[in-house]
């Protein structure tokens, strides 16, 4: 059982290049979401999806886009990658009802210099 | 709208002494209430839950929390820590009918040997 996958683990990043980060979960969940976690701010929702097809803002979505093309992944990008994206971005998935808690993936360290 | 509050930023124990780690939350229906850990550069992890009933919850690696209404707390507890449970641990809060989870800004937990 995979779970949820991220990829890529590690990535180092010059100012003003893009990328993008993959989400894939295999248990059929229906929501997803993207979360940044820095020192002493806890976690923090960036964007969300409720489902194939639809996207959602969240706390800090300002320098980032999402697309939930297939139920499966949920990709998200960084058009013009600032220092201040310098970050560790968890992905999540949950059924549709997140009472049940979600799972996580493993996390991808990011640094932009 | 809802909140969650995890009042002490670092907590240290010694091993085998007992822990206790605080979370208030802001709600006004019952709250579906968690307790997730993370291991140093590891994702999260469900620890426990709590949708309804026994309001004394037991969760993996001898871990228990408590559901006190009258306080709006879910304290989580273990009576003696291992060098193992060195770790950050977050409260979250969802509601019925949530598309999200409400998280705390985290605790974490170092262990004196």
């Known amino acids: 059982n995979a779970g949820v996958t991220q990829t890529p683990k590690f990535r180092v990043l010059k100012t003003g290049q893009s990328m993008t980060l993959l989400c894939a979960q295999d248990?059929?969940?229906?929501?997803m979401y993207w979360y940044r976690q820095d020192p002493g701010m806890g976690l923090r929702l960036i964007h969300y999806?409720?489902?194939?097809?639809?996207?959602a803002k969240g706390e800090v979505p300002d320098g980032y886009n999402v697309s939930r093309l297939k139920k499966q992944n949920f990709l998200l990008g960084l058009e013009s990658a600032a220092p201040s994206q310098t970050s560790v971005y968890f992905c999540?998935?949950?059924?549709?009802?997140?009472?049940?808690?979600?799972?996580f993936g493993s996390g991808t360290r990011l640094t932009v210099v | 709208a809802q909140s969650v509050t995890q009042p002490d930023i670092h907590i240290t124990v010694s091993e085998g002494a007992s822990l206790e780690l605080r979370c208030n939350y802001s709600?006004?229906?019952?709250?579906?209430l968690f307790w997730y850990v993370q291991s140093p550069g590891q994702g999260l992890q469900l620890l426990l839950k709590?949708?309804?009933?026994?309001?004394l919850v037991q969760g993996i690696k001898g871990f228990e929390a408590e559901f006190k209404r009258s306080q709006s707390s879910f304290n989580l507890r273990k009576p003696s820590v291992h060098w193992s449970d060195a770790a950050e641990y977050f409260c979250?809060?969802?509601?019925?009918?949530?598309?999200?989870?409400?998280f705390g800004q985290g605790t974490r937990l170092t262990i004196n040997p």
């Open positions: 999540a998935s949950s059924y549709d009802d997140v009472n049940y808690g979600y799972t």
């Open positions: 248990m059929n969940h229906e929501y």
């Open positions: 999806s409720v489902g194939e097809g639809t996207t």
């Open positions: 709600y006004g229906a019952t709250p579906y």
């Open positions: 709590y949708f309804s009933g026994d309001t």
């Open positions: 979250a809060v969802g509601e019925e009918g949530a598309q999200k989870l409400v």
